[in-house]
């Protein structure tokens, strides 16, 4: 029997920008990159990252607002003169400024660099900005105008800090160490005999300072205004992001393995201290008014940490399910269940305002999730990992699926009948409900998805474009020609004749004969995959995926896949599912923990019993052994004797559903069909 630790996660709802309909979940507040944090005072803080994000706290760092900064370029670096003005800049060398603490952002500046990677201002008019290829900017003006001064260099300048008006410090590639003690007019190099790239410097008076090194995971000190530095002290193996210190001894590193080192000693030596942090921490700040004790970092996939008690602890002042979220399945209009790399499954009933931890093993790796109705799912993964729940999730069994290969797709057919698909083309079949599972097929090549839109009509996706189909419930297959060369990942079909297939390289693929022939009907090798794709209706879609480290997109069509438009470039995480619940809200996941949410489909239900629109409809009835019911949103169908007794309860998907009623003797019974809200009850008759 597996003990369950049961885990209640909390979030808060964050939007995305304010002229978009998809919503932050998870990570909480929100799941962009965060590359720096700075605090004007003891309780007001700004952090600025990926596709233009910048947030906002005015509790010291407990929690967090989105604002609206009005550009999508990445923000490398951010610095206010007092609680509300303040600067954000970042990529193409946009500079914005704000006068009312991130209420509103003016419209950028664009200065003449490929990027800014620092800003920084000794009083509320004079600052500095530096960026790329040695460009060093001035304003004495509070940002109304910037001239660009010479460096002497063209390395990438990676920081900037003034010890006072006239004299300031600049850390760069290559070795670089820039000085300048007349305000910026003149710089000068510092020799430090060395080719490392030195990410960030830091002094915490006049004549005492530190530069650590990007590459080399290692620091270096001077106690003389730079003009030497002592012999480097080895960090870490990592590369090192940020340095901070409270005083003289106290000091503190970030690095891109999610480590937090400290000194106690003015740098003589460093420990790692504990976090939760998964994965780069990018800067770490505190200033006189929160004192030496409180101090607060961020990083990627949205992390913020905090310490009050010097790095002691650090607590995580964002929600965040797991590190990767490689599927979702909705059932019902409330209920999300998501699985990920950490052997996790997690399940929200409140349409994910809460969610709890049902099943933890850390060495297992799960990838897809499917359930047929509220109660009954499964869920595949690593090392041949199969597992079962017949009560919504509550408990878990591991089923024996006598393989150890990485199984990466499900489909379920009904309680008795399903198909697991390995990532070498192996293919599982079981019969009885997952108590034996029996190799069907080996196709011998890398696949990604297994979907039937019949009891005898499936298809398998493959990588250079090819498409498996079979008629005779999986038995044997045939490879379909699709005239791409892309990874293909996943299908879903909106009908027994119409359906769609996504891949690498943002292809999307159409047929409207079963499978037979498929066009293209998007192409945008921009991408650099799409992972999946749903349709509420038999005209709206999504398909979702990601540009790499660009971030996650979102593509929506309204005219049944003929066009696609984006619906959604404000995720800095690349998105891997898609589903949607009953009642249509959508749900998005992805990796740094992604969890995003969509209202605008959502319709609302109804007390009374009405008919379903005119396309669905349920046949032959009277039925003899199979009976087809056709509707147009995703649906809950039941079968019941009319003493009633339940017998039969599907998930229904969009399209045509396939019942085999074998099972069942001549008699009257009633079918239930909850379908996006509108209710039906129809009498079947069975004559064999």
Known sequence: MNTITTLLVVFCIGFLNAQNSWNWVSPSPQGNHLLAVYFPNQ?????????????????????????NSGVSEVLNTVFFTDQNIGYAAGINGVIIKTSDGGNNWQAPQNLNTDGINSITFTNSNTGYAVGRLGTIFKTDDAGVSW???????????????????NTGYISGSNGTILKTTDAGINWYQISTGVTEHFSSIFFINAATGYLISYSGGTVRKTT??????????FISTSYLNSIFFTDPNNGYITTDAGHIYKTIN??????????????????????????ANILLAVGWGGQILKTVDAGVNWLNQHSVLDEYLYALECTGNNTIHAVGNKGRIYSSSD????????????????????FIDQNNGFVVGTNGSILKTVNGGQNWSVQNSGTSQYLVSIFIQSLDTAYVLSE???LLKTTNGGANWNVLTNLGVSTTDVNFITSNIGFILSDNGKIYKTNDSGVSWNLITTGVTNFLRNSFFTSIDTGFVVGNLGVILKTTDSGDNWSVVFNDNTFYYLGAIAFINNNIGYAVGGEGENGGRILKTNDGGLTWNIDLTGAGNVLFDIDFTANNIGF?????????KNTSNLTAS?????HLDSGSFIFPNPATNKLYIQVDYKSDISIYRITGQRIFNIKGAIGLNEVNTDLLSNGAYLIYIDSNGNKKVEKLIIDK
Not at 53 to 59: A, E, G, L, M
């Open 266 to 291: 003015g740098g003589s030596s460093w420990f790692e201290q504990t976090t939760d942090a998964d994965y780069h921490i990018m800067d770490i700040t505190s200033n006189s008014l929160l004192g």
């Open 351 to 370: 349409q994910g305002l809460t969610w709890n931890s049902q099943y933890n093993d850390e060495l297992k790796i799960f990838f897809d999730c499917e």
């Open 224 to 233: 003389n205004g730079g003009a030497t530095w002592s012999a480097p002290v």
């Open 43 to 67: 309780t007001v803080g700004y952090s600025v990252g990926y596709h233009g994000r910048i947030i906002k706290t005015i509790n010291s760092g407990n929690s967090w607002e989105i604002q």
């Open 147 to 165: 001239i660009q001064m010479t460096s002497g260099t063209v390395s990438h300048l990676s920081k900037v800090f003034f010890t006072d008006l």
């Open 424 to 426: 070498n083309g192996t």
């Open 606 to 610: 109804t007390n009374s019993n009405t």
């Open 588 to 596: 998005v996941s992805g990796n740094y923990g992604a969890l995003l």
